[in-house]
């Protein structure tokens, strides 16, 4: 029974890959699975009745997989996911720090989300809250500026700009407000905590 959230959790790190390179990633990564499984087939199919062809089979297959799943290991690939999110969603700007003060300096309330494709946090809490109806009619009704900060590939802007929020990883949400002092809103986001920081605006 135990394999069956493994595979649950095979199915969320694709998906998380997806949203960190792209969908020729992910078809990488489940033909090096597929190899891998072919090689731990052929292995068991040695131990039990022997077999030298099924040997080298098994072993082209291992050399097969490692050699497909090599270059999901470069981490210093360029990520395209923060350009394609914000494509998908128009009101939220990508985050750099240029931006922020620009927005900041022109007067206008920003709200920051700091999220990352693997954060199951994250993910709830946009589509529960962020996404709702109510909270963009919100924001738009307040004029806010919406940035997000995609911290999927740990960038070391957003990394220095949670440090200097006190905080070492994600969700974190803040309300700029002009003339005032930033506003953390809780981890866990609810509606409420939402309408209660723009009430004070």
Known sequence: MLAFPLYATVIWLAWVLGAQRDNDAVVRLLLSLLSLGFALYTWRIVRTSGGRKWAVAGLAALVGALTLAWPLLNTDADTTAS????????????????????????????????????????????????????????????????????????????????????????????LYRPGKGPVLLPEILQKQSVFEALASL
């Open 83 to 174: 350009s394609a999110a914000a494509s998908t969603e128009p009101e939220w700007q990508p985050y750099t720090p240029a931006r922020l003060a620009d927005l900041t300096a022109s007067g206008r309330p920003v709200f920051v989300d700091f999220t990352a494709a693997w954060c199951v946090t994250c993910q709830v809490n946009k589509r529960m809250v962020l996404n709702s109806k109510d909270i963009r009619a919100a924001f738009a009704g307040k004029s806010v500026a919406l940035v997000r900060a995609d911290w999927t590939r740990r960038d070391p802007n957003i990394t220095r700009a949670l440090t200097a929020l006190g905080r070492s990883g994600v969700p974190v949400y803040v």
